[in-house]
């Protein structure tokens, strides 16, 4: 009785819907900012934040991201990454870098 119950359970778990996390849609390029900046700047990437996205054209946007940096002397330092993309071909245009103290 208690390996039909079993078997049952284990039966509808399989069946179930497991919820997903749905993947945003900037984090493929959130990841490519940090691989840039960590190649850029030869840091620790201690903190990351996803700015929003921009429309330029109806081609282009850019998406924005903040990184705070610390370097192995000790210091701290914020980064912003700014990446075109041409949104039909899925190809970046141009990676810009802004250090900021903040």
């Known amino acids: 009785m208690i390996k039909k119950m079993v078997l049952c359970l284990i ?3 399989m069946i179930s ?9 900037y984090a493929k390029w959130g990841a490519i900012a940090v691989k840039e900046t960590q190649m850029r700047y030869n840091a ?5 934040k996803h700015l929003g996205r921009t ?3 109806p081609e282009t946007v850019e998406e924005k991201f903040k990184m705070w940096l610390r370097r192995h ?6 980064v912003y990454v700014s990446i075109r993309i041409n949104v ?7 990676i810009r870098f802004t ?3 903040r």
Request: glycine share 8%; charged share 30%; no cysteine.
């Open 11 to 13: 039966g509808l778990l």
């Open 17 to 25: 819907p497991m919820p997903v996390e749905a993947v945003p849609e």
């Open 44 to 48: 620790d990437i201690i903190d990351y």
């Open 55 to 57: 429309k330029l054209t």
């Open 73 to 78: 002397d000790g210091k701290e330092f914020g």
């Open 88 to 94: 039909s071909t899925d190809v970046i245009q141009s």
């Open 99 to 101: 250090e900021t103290d």
